[in-house]
């Protein structure tokens, strides 16, 4: 019966003790897994900590800080406070909106429609405040340009320079310029020759180095050489005579009214002017020169009248009392009468003295020798109620009348040869037989040395030949015309033959204003490529007057009137440059995406760039860029460490409560342990002595 109950105590303490180690493991397990929430809420906690984000600081179109969310479209957002970003994938395209690309695309490659797309237009109020061009000289539609299309003139001007029809206008315009040149000197030598001769006998000849009319020689008085002189200029009867010149020195039986050779009523009255102005004294050449003498009132009242080369006193009456004296720099001068009767030094007005003076003049080299002797005389006229002197000098000389002859005649020639019409005077000896031309000592054949030695054969071929495309670059040359009654093959035929005989001048062709007005006053036409010529000339006579347009950018879209429309245009001129070279379209929602560009930086999908000052787009490391940073989330921070310091008071409460647990379960054990160790002992000495009474009995 003891035995039985010893055995029942054991299985009870052997099943506690079971029990116990089933709880110990399962305490155990239970310490593990607060070790694994521990470490858990120590991740969370550090994941608030180092979870930062990327923000990107920048201005609003106002001028406004901002500091936002890393995103595409912040990135790249118009500012003119912003520096201008763009990311590049690996391709090296230039990532952009989506709406962007769609502007990109639909201004197929034109800058100034894709800012035009942005709301920017270049323009002025120019054009508005001058209104239209109106001038009734010029022919239709040049007469009146509309506002518009004086713009439209003004924006082309470049293409206007550069073009075909210009270069063609400019060489043909140089070309003919210069052959004009050419044949104007080639001919002025002819010319010279043809005016100065007569059946070969020089009317003006050229000798020592002074003109002089022929058959003068040393005993010709010096009133025939001026009579002389003004009859080969003036007398009717002679071939040179100035109204001859202007009226008929070279006809055409071609248009019959048109004379290949004129001058002007305007040139023939000066050369007449210019002989007459040659007066004469007596039988001796003379000019007139007025002389205004210094008046000064001496302390006796008495007046002396200083001139150049003397000086005399009158009374308070004008009478003189003291006859001329030499002045200092003419010593040399000697006074005298100019008639036989002495000069009365009393008694006689000044005026009437002067009349009589004669002065004699000497001059002198450097060594005091005699080179000289002339004289000259005083007159005093009274002009419009006052006295004035004129001083006579008188040459005695014969070289110094030649000298004033000399001039006389370059004069005539030089206003002669300025209208000369040298196309049709050429083309009319070239036509001429060799005895005609002998008369005037003329040889066609010869060459001329003022221009390169060509003959004038060759002067005038590279003229016509010069002068006709010039007239092609301006006239029409195919469609017929009526000018007063005549009818003409083309405008550019009535040109060429004007040229030709002398009704229009080389230099009207060169003045775009003269060609305009023409066309209008004698229905004449144009040729197309002309109009080119004539817009560009329109546009500098515009700006002529009313200086250089003043342009500048437009934002529509600015409503708020900020004024960096400049700043814009430059901004999207940059962006359309850079996605010339390559572009992407990035969705929508990426554009907006902080995550996505965190992530896309971060891992090398795309890089960063930026505009320079110069305005060119160069590499950028996101993390220099000084407008992107990162800022921890400190409310996420302090909820996570609230989260965090509550998880671990709890697991170091419930990890308590198991240490008790387990202590007391092990103190449970040990005690049952001995117990079952005590009673097994117990049963182990029954056992021994039942076997031992067994045996004995």
């Known amino acids: 019966m003891g035995m039985a109950a010893s055995q029942a105590r054991l299985l009870t303490i052997t099943a506690r003790l079971a029990d116990n180690e089933l709880k110990s493991q399962t305490i155990n397990n239970a310490k593990m897994r607060l070790a694994t929430q521990s470490s858990q809420a120590s991740e969370n906690y550090i994941n608030a900590l180092n979870n930062a984000t990327m923000k990107f600081s920048s201005y609003d179109l106002e001028g406004n ?25 690996s391709s090296n395209q230039l990532l952009v909106s989506e709406a962007e690309a769609a502007m990109f695309e639909n201004s197929k490659g034109n800058l ?15 054009f508005d405040k001058i209104g239209s061009f109106v001038n009734d000289k010029y ?69 020592n180095g002074s003109y ?51 001058i002007s009523d305007t040139t023939a009255a000066e050369i007449q002017a210019l002989i007459k102005s040659i007066s004469l004294d007596g039988t001796k050449l003379k000019y007139a020169e007025k002389n205004e003498p210094t008046v000064t009132t ?26 001329a004296t030499a002045t200092e720099d003419y010593e040399d001068a000697t006074f005298g009468a100019k008639s036989t009767t002495e000069i ?44 004035e002197y004129y001083q006579y000098c008188i040459f005695s000389d014969l070289d110094q009348a030649k000298e004033i002859l000399q001039d006389a005649v370059d004069t005539i020639i030089s206003a002669i040869l300025a209208e000369a019409n040298y196309e049709g005077f050429s083309e009319w000896l070239l036509e001429q037989d060799t005895s005609t031309l002998n008369n005037y000592k003329i040889d066609t054949d010869a060459p001329i040395e003022q221009v390169n030695n060509q003959t004038l054969k060759e002067i005038l071929s590279n003229y016509v030949s010069a002068k006709e495309d010039f007239i092609g670059n301006i006239f029409d040359r195919s469609t017929k015309i009526q000018i007063d009654g005549n009818t003409y093959d083309s405008s550019y035929d009535y040109i060429e033959k004007s040229l030709k005989y002398g009704t229009i001048v080389p230099s009207d062709l060169t003045d775009i204003n003269y060609v305009l007005q023409l066309i209008k006053d004698l229905g004449l036409k144009q040729s197309s490529s002309y109009d080119t010529i004539i817009k560009q000339f329109i546009v500098e006579e515009m700006i002529s007057e009313f200086g250089e347009p003043k342009y500048a950018w437009v934002d529509e879209n600015d409503t708020s009137n900020t004024g960096n429309a400049d700043a814009k245009a430059q901004w999207y001129t940059n962006l359309f440059q850079r996605m010339s070279k390559g572009y992407k379209a990035l969705e929508n929602g990426l554009a907006a995406s902080k995550e996505w560009i965190e992530y896309a930086l971060e891992s090398g999908i795309v890089s960063m760039e930026q505009v320079d000052k110069s305005f060119n787009w160069t590499g950028l490391a996101y993390k220099t860029c000084t407008r992107i940073t990162e800022e921890t989330d400190d409310a996420a921070v302090t909820k996570a460490e609230a989260e965090y310091n509550r998880a671990m008071n709890d697991i170091e409460a419930k990890d308590n409560i198991y240490d008790i647990q387990l202590k007391n379960i092990d103190t449970e054990h040990t005690s049952l342990q001995t117990e079952y160790d005590s009673i097994k002992g117990v049963i182990k000495s029954n056992v021994d002595r039942t076997f031992k009474f067994n045996q004995s009995a």
């Open 139 to 207: 022919p239709v539609p040049y007469n009146n340009i509309s506002t518009e299309s004086l713009k439209r003139y003004y924006e082309e001007y470049g293409s206007y320079e550069n073009s075909v029809e210009r270069e063609n206008y400019e060489i043909s315009y140089s070309t003919f310029n210069y052959a004009n040149s050419q044949l104007s000197i080639g001919s002025q030598a002819v010319l010279k020759s043809y005016l100065l001769y007569e059946k070969n006998t020089p009317k003006v000849e050229f000798e």
């Open 65 to 89: 800080a901002l500091n936002q969310d890393l995103t595409f479209n912040a990135l790249t957002a118009y500012s003119s406070y912003n520096t201008q970003y763009g990311l590049v994938n």
């Open 212 to 262: 002089q009319i022929s058959k003068i020689n040393s005993g010709t008085s010096i009133e025939y050489i001026y009579n002389t002189f003004f009859d080969a200029f003036t007398n009717s009867q002679n071939t040179y005579n100035i109204e001859n010149l202007k009226n008929n020195t070279v006809t055409r039986n071609e248009d019959q009214s048109i004379k290949t050779y004129t």
């Open 298 to 323: 001496n302390e006796d009242q008495s007046i002396t009248y200083t001139f150049e080369m003397f000086s005399i006193t009158t009374n308070a009456n004008g009478y003189v009392t003291q006859g």
């Open 112 to 126: 100034n429609a894709y800012l035009k797309a942005h709301g920017l237009e270049y323009t002025t109020t120019y």
């Open 344 to 387: 009365p030094l009393v008694g006689q007005s000044l005026s009437d003295y002067l009349k009589n003076l004669k002065i004699t003049i000497t001059e002198k080299d450097e060594d005091g020798n005699t080179t000289n002797t002339y004289d000259s005389y005083m007159e005093a006229k009274t002009v419009n109620g006052n006295t």
